[in-house]
C-alpha cells in the first residue's frame, strides 16, 4: 500500500502491516481516528484497507492485492492455472 501521510507524502506498507492495521480496529477494536494519529497515514487509508478486508472476509471479489497470505496464495494459484492452461503446447 502506498499510503499518503498526514505531511503530504507517500510511503509504500507491507501486506502485514496492513493486515494488522484492520486486526487493530476489528479485533482490538481501536478507531480509524487513533490509528491515523498514530502511525501518521490518512484516515482514507486505513478505511480503504477496512475495506478490502471486509470484503476478502464475505467472499467478495478482491479490489486489490488480497491482504491475507491464504488468498495470496489462492490468487497466485489461480493466476498460474490461467496462464498455464493457455499455453499452447507447440
Same mark, same amino acid.
Given at each position: 500500500?502506498? #499510503?499518503?501521510?498526514? $505531511?503530504?507524502?507517500?510511503?509504500?506498507? /507491507?501486506?502485514n502491516?496492513? %493486515?494488522?492495521?484492520? +486486526?487493530?480496529?476489528?479485533?482490538?477494536?481501536?478507531?480509524?481516528? #487513533?490509528?491515523?494519529? $498514530?502511525?501518521?497515514?490518512?484516515?482514507? /487509508?486505513?478505511?480503504?484497507? %477496512?475495506?478490502?478486508? +471486509?470484503?476478502?472476509?464475505s467472499?467478495?471479489?478482491?479490489?486489490?492485492?488480497?491482504?491475507?497470505?491464504?488468498?495470496?496464495r489462492?490468487?497466485?494459484?489461480?493466476?498460474?492455472?490461467?496462464?498455464?492452461?493457455?499455453?499452447?503446447?507447440?
Amino acid at each position: 500500500m502506498v #499510503s499518503a501521510t498526514l $505531511s503530504g507524502t507517500c510511503r509504500p506498507f /507491507a501486506p502485514n502491516l496492513k %493486515l494488522e492495521v484492520t +486486526r487493530m480496529i476489528n479485533e482490538q477494536g481501536q478507531s480509524i481516528q #487513533s490509528l491515523s494519529e $498514530s502511525m501518521r497515514v490518512g484516515h482514507t /487509508a486505513i478505511q480503504y484497507r %477496512l475495506q478490502h478486508y +471486509r470484503s476478502e472476509q464475505s467472499g467478495q471479489p478482491a479490489i486489490d492485492k488480497p491482504l491475507t497470505a491464504k488468498l495470496q496464495r489462492i490468487r497466485k494459484l489461480n493466476w498460474r492455472s490461467n496462464t498455464f492452461g493457455r499455453m499452447s503446447p507447440y
